[in-house]
């Protein structure tokens, strides 16, 4: 009995896939160590090495007196600000504040060394046996809270000029509304530095003008009635005009956050 042997299976043909081109391998120039050198690694934790230069304004220890002031002007504007306090952050316009401190820049008190000098020629005269003619009074801003509040209780005041940044504020606060009561023109400008200069001070709370020569009458009208419009017949708008009420900008973020939240169920109530 002859037993057939099974056909081998015949293998399957695959083509074979040429190889791909060798990609061209650029050149390694080997870097060139020199054993002289040694690398040191710079460790940057806690107690390491210096850290590197950075913008450090938010972890300044600043004085007092700066976050004081900065605390302060934050309050003021998240508190309600009564309308007597707020009154003060409305100042003169700049190109009337302009014409304002160059009057008063013609009225400013003689200086010490001027003093000294006019006494001095007028000694000299009269030890030459020279007749000195009385000279009149020459005209200047009177300055300080209490001389220019008896000033303007005698109606004497033509024009009153109040620094805006006073402290403790309770020292002018009542300036204007007497200077309403008595017809007085005022107004409030910026900077008790300012005022300061004028009278050869530091600083200076308040000004009054008494007197004004012939040559700047007309000047003078028109700066009154600048004041007169902008300060005392505003009276009723200043007095219900309150100050204060600004959100932080955390704040402003949560109540928008709240406000998209509200719109989107709205949105998906309304299909």
Known sequence: MVVKKPRPKKKPVTKKVAPA??????????????????????????GQNVQPKRD??????????????????????????????????QTLDKTTAVKLFKLLEKYRPESP???KQ??????????????VEPKKKPSYVSAGT?????????????????????????????????CRKMGVPYCIVKGKARLGRLV??????????????????????????????NFNERHEEIRRHWGGGILGSKSLARIAKLERAKARELAQKQG
């Open 21 to 46: 081109p060798l990609a061209v391998k650029k050149p390694v120039v080997k870097k060139v160590v020199n054993q002289l050198f040694e690398k040191r690694p710079k460790n940057f934790g806690i």
């Open 56 to 89: 450090l304004s938010r972890f300044v220890r600043w004085p007092k007196y700066i976050r004081v002031q900065r605390q302060k002007a934050v309050l003021q504007k998240r508190l309600k600000v009564p309308p007597p306090i707020h009154q003060f952050s």
């Open 113 to 115: 060394l001027a003093k």
């Open 118 to 131: 006019r006494l001095k020629k007028v000694a000299e005269a009269k030890a030459k046996g020279k007749d």
């Open 146 to 178: 209490n001389t220019v509040t008896k000033l303007i209780e005698q109606k004497k005041a033509q024009l009153v000029v109040i620094a805006h940044d006073v402290d403790p504020l309770e020292l002018v606060l009542f300036l204007p509304a007497l």
């Open 200 to 229: 050869r001070r530091k600083t200076c709370t308040t000004l009054a003008l008494t007197t004004v020569d012939n040559n700047d009458k007309a000047n003078f009208g028109k700066v009154l009635e600048a004041v007169k419009t």
